[in-house]
């Protein structure tokens, strides 16, 4: 029993982990994440149900990153964009926020623009790959929701970035 | 919740001349200070504890006296010749002043004050400031009334006398900042609006930390405060009543966010930025009219917009050249000239109430710096470098910038600082918590 206990409680510090890392800077929920499907074999709705938040976040991936003071996307992240763009398009009842951030290499303002076009460049590919507008919106937090807390370059490749943020339904 | 000034200011007795002892001097004396000279002497003042007129009001007379001489002291232009060196006492407010006393120790200027404390919760404060070597008072003396609670303000009001006499400037002591209070880790960072007296007391306030809020800006009056706020769960620009703490969200439509918002100088309108589809552009709104006018349609980002103080003209960042850089355009809208040349990044300008300058965040070869330059872009200076310094904002009397200096790694935090336009007297302002995000609200009437 004591064994089952921990297990669980791991599994619940992973689930934890993983939410942390996919969910929306602002709180805003990603309707439908089951936390405690971060354990072995195929549970529905866990990171092995294709179906599910922990999927999209996980192995299609919901975030791409920008070069600085960019809201060009990268080759890389047309990839990543084009399999949201799929998930999107055979999950309907879904939609995403789209959140913008930039890393903490300047003015306050500054990054809250450039996280909206960054936020806003994202919407535009998923768009150009069939997702419906209506399914979409974005925000931007600027730097004021860093991902990593360093003051390198290391930790700003990771800020600088568009997350994709799912909810349960369908759209405006 | 409801600020102590609002109350205060109804307190707040008109200023009463008192007569001087001596003949009051038409024209500044030998006793002044240039503050644009680059480097100066500080100049020794001596204030000895305000006499206390009656048993009441001891307390009162020694808080006020420090409040003062501190006042004075932290502007850099000041040096306080400490207590414990007078050799002079000063036992009632209008007997003859011993100037050899206060020569002996080296002391140029003199204040002498009183405090005397009414039976129902009221204080009147007398001051008068001398010029020790010409051995005469330096402008008339100057009697205050008000509410006990309200003597820092008192204090306040004796030192700007005194400064402004001093260094021909216009006063600033006597006036609040409004400022982000922030907490918690850097990745999950909890911000609400307080609001201080400028040299960080009584702090209290206005929203909660549940939604980010940014960049709020006093109103001309002091009565208002407008930022951008996420309560609604998109950044929206929000003006909030100092005195009731009622909201509204003025500006930008549902779909889009809005944000960088500061009032003209009448308080009428506020230029703000909108974000549509990705293009950041700039929009005023007459507040009480209702519309709203688009200034800039370029696919650039055109941000941190600023009025000049005649409202005829607004100066803000825009990237159209590739990088951020200053433009200054008619308030309506229309041909916009760049102001800003050097090298680096140029951000959030700001006019200065004098209209003489602009203040902005300059970001270069790795560092951030705060700077000055004259309307046309001339005379840059530099008056601050740190990894990240940025927003300044102007005190009332346009002759010293407050701003945001945040350290950098994982365990940085932001506080204000403020430092004169000449460069000089780099200091950083008290405040309970992290800070960020300054504005400098009007002298108090």
């Not at chain 1, 997702?131 to 700003?156: D, H, M, N, W």
């Not at chain 2, 872009?377 to 008056?383: A, H, M, P, Q, S």
């Amino acid at each position: 029993m004591k064994t089952t206990a921990i297990i669980l409680m791991a599994a619940l510090a992973l689930g934890g982990c993983g939410n942390r890392l996919g969910g929306g800077a602002g709180g805003a929920g990603a309707g439908g994440y089951d936390p405690y499907g971060t354990g072995a074999g195929y549970v529905p709705g866990g990171p092995s149900d294709p179906t599910s938040v922990a999927y999209f976040q996980q192995s299609i991936g919901d975030r791409v990153l920008f070069a600085v003071d960019q809201s060009t996307v990268s080759p890389e992240a047309r990839d990543v964009l084009a399999g949201q763009a799929q998930w999107l398009n055979a999950n309907p009842g879904y939609t995403a926020l789209i959140e913008g951030h930039a890393d903490e290499q300047g003015t306050r303002e500054y990054n809250l623009a450039l996280g909206g076009r960054r936020a806003n460049a994202a919407r535009d590919y998923l768009i150009s790959q069939g997702v419906a507008a209506t399914r979409l919106r974005t925000i931007s937090y600027g730097k004021e929701r860093p991902l990593q807390i360093c003051s390198t370059e290391a930790c700003y490749s990771q800020n600088r970035r568009a997350v994709t943020v799912l909810a349960a339904g369908a759209g405006v | 919740m409801t600020p102590r000034l609002t109350t205060f200011l109804r307190a707040l007795a008109a200023l009463l001349a008192l007569a001087g002892p001596a003949v009051a001097q038409d024209s500044p004396g030998p006793l002044r200070i240039e503050i644009t000279d680059g480097v100066i002497e500080p100049l020794p003042f001596a204030v000895p504890t305000f006499v206390a007129r009656n048993e009441g009001a001891g307390g009162l007379a020694q808080d006020i006296t420090r409040v003062i001489a501190a006042d004075l002291a932290n502007t850099g232009l000041f040096r306080e010749i400490p207590q414990d060196a007078h050799i002079a006492r000063i036992g009632s407010f209008d007997a003859p002043i011993q100037f050899s006393d206060w020569k002996a120790i080296g002391a140029q200027a003199l204040i002498t004050g009183s405090v005397l404390a009414e039976g129902d919760g009221r204080i009147v404060v007398q001051f008068r400031l001398y010029d020790v070597f010409s051995e005469a008072p330096l402008g008339d003396g100057l009697q205050f009334a008000g509410t006990a609670e309200g003597w820092r303000r008192m204090a306040h009001k004796v030192a700007d006398a005194a400064y402004s006499r001093i260094t021909g400037e216009d006063p600033y002591f006597d006036s609040r900042v409004t400022f982000v209070s922030e907490q918690g880790p850097k990745d999950a960072r909890q911000k609400r609006i307080g609001v201080m007296d400028y040299d960080g007391a009584n702090v209290t306030y206005l929203t909660s930390s549940d939604a980010i809020v940014l960049a709020p800006r006093f109103s001309p009056d002091g009565s208002r405060i407008i930022y951008t706020g996420y309560e609604s769960g998109f950044p929206r620009v929000t003006v909030i009543d100092v005195a009731t703490l009622q909201k509204t969200t003025v500006g930008g439509v549902d779909q889009n966010m809005s944000f960088a918002p500061r009032f003209s100088p009448d308080g009428s309108r506020v230029v703000y930025s909108a974000e549509v589809s990705g293009n950041t552009d700039l929009y005023a709104l007459d507040l009480n009219a209702g519309g709203t006018t688009r200034l800039t349609t370029a696919p650039s980002i055109e941000t941190a917009p600023s009025f000049s103080p005649d409202g005829s003209r607004v100066v803000f960042e825009s990237d159209r050249s590739g990088a951020p850089q200053l433009y200054i355009m008619p308030a309506g809208g229309g041909d916009a000239q760049r102001v800003s040349f050097g090298e680096g990044r140029y951000g959030t300008p700001v006019w200065s109430p004098k209209g003489d300058y602009i203040a902005f965040t300059k970001q270069n070869a790795g560092r951030f710096h705060i700077g000055v330059m004259r309307t046309d872009g001339t005379e840059e200076r530099l008056l601050t470098g740190a990894f990240l310094d940025e927003g300044p904002t102007w005190a009332p009397n346009g002759r010293v910038v407050m701003f945001t200096r945040e350290t950098a790694g994982a365990t940085g935090a932001p506080a204000l600082y403020t430092v004169d336009i000449t460069g000089r007297n780099l200091q950083r302002a008290a405040t309970p918590a992290a800070a960020s995000d300054p504005s400098w609200g009007p002298l108090l009437r």
